[in-house]
Structure formats: structure tokens, C-alpha cells
């Protein structure tokens, strides 16, 4: 039994760092902007309230950026979306915007749903120090929303980004 398990040690120690090792090297890249085009259904919960709500997202590639337009509770959100990398070098979509002279931002998880759009979920912080989370978030592409419902976002100014 003493043999076992010095073996069964011996068989970890050797090959578990290599298999960390290979996993970590392995970088993963964001997909182009163009991959987030179009719209999106959101479902989310408001964590200070507990309401949870849907509505909107249309995401549109204009001068090189991501311009997006939220629509919740027939309120609109302007902004940009950017790829941004997270803890491990993990990229991110991260959206800011301002809704009623508050900073936000958004930042959702990659992934791919079976029919391979964008499947988006993430956290929703305000943009003010310390950084609060005021809500979660789910985003699904639907193909039944268009660009053509965001004919205001190139009269709407979205703030600049800080850093861009």
C-alpha cells in the first residue's frame, strides 16, 4: 500500500505542473468586434432593489467603434463596447455608458451559444470610486432586433471613453 501511494505522489508531482503549465500557456484571443454586431435581449437583476427587468441591446460598428444602445423600462443608455482583458489575461466586453449623469460600466464573460452568437453575461458597476456592483446581466443575440432601431445613436453623444 506504501508503494501505492508514493507511486500515485510521484505520478502527480511529475505531471500535474505540466498539465497547469500547458493550460495557462494557452492564450485565449477575443473575437473581432464585428463578432458583437446586432441586437441582443437582456435579462437582469437590479441587486439594490432585487427587480429583476429585460430589454434591449444593438450593438453597431461605426469609425472603428462599438457604439451600443441600451433600451430598459423605455429608458436609452449610449455608450461604447471594447474588448478588454480581465483577471488571467481573459478577454471581456466591456461597455461604458452613463444612465441618469451616473458612469456605468458593464463587463460580460465571452461565450458562444450553439448556433455560435454571442452569448454575454456579466456584471453592471457603477463608474465612481470604490466601485459598487448594481446589477447582473444576461445578454442573448436575437436576430429579431435590428440595427435599424438605433437610428438616434449618431445624434446621441456617448462620453468618451476615459483612456481612448
Not at 453597431?60 to 489575461?89: C, F, T
Request: glycine fraction near 8%; charged fraction near 25%; aromatic fraction near 10%.
Amino acid at each position: 500500500m506504501k508503494l501505492f501511494r508514493f507511486t500515485f505522489f510521484l505520478y502527480i508531482a511529475i505531471l500535474l505542473p505540466g498539465l497547469v503549465r500547458a493550460e495557462t500557456s494557452h492564450e485565449r484571443s477575443a473575437p473581432p468586434l464585428e463578432f458583437f454586431v446586432g441586437g441582443y435581449e437582456i435579462l437582469g437583476k437590479d441587486l439594490q432593489s432585487g427587480r429583476t427587468y429585460s430589454g434591449t441591446i444593438t450593438m453597431v460598428k461605426k469609425n472603428g467603434k462599438l457604439e451600443v444602445q441600451k433600451r430598459v423600462n423605455g429608458k436609452v443608455s449610449v455608450g461604447y463596447a471594447m474588448i478588454v482583458r480581465v483577471i488571467d489575461d481573459i478577454p471581456a466586453l466591456r461597455i461604458d455608458f452613463t444612465k441618469n449623469d451616473r458612469k456605468l460600466s458593464a463587463t460580460y464573460q465571452l461565450d458562444v451559444d450553439w448556433n455560435n452568437y454571442a452569448r454575454l453575461t456579466g456584471y453592471l458597476v457603477t463608474g465612481n470610486s470604490p466601485r459598487e456592483t448594481v446589477a447582473i446581466e444576461a445578454l442573448f443575440y436575437s436576430e429579431s432586433i435590428s440595427a435599424s432601431e438605433m437610428p438616434k445613436i449618431s445624434q446621441q453623444t456617448p462620453r468618451k471613453v476615459v483612456g481612448k
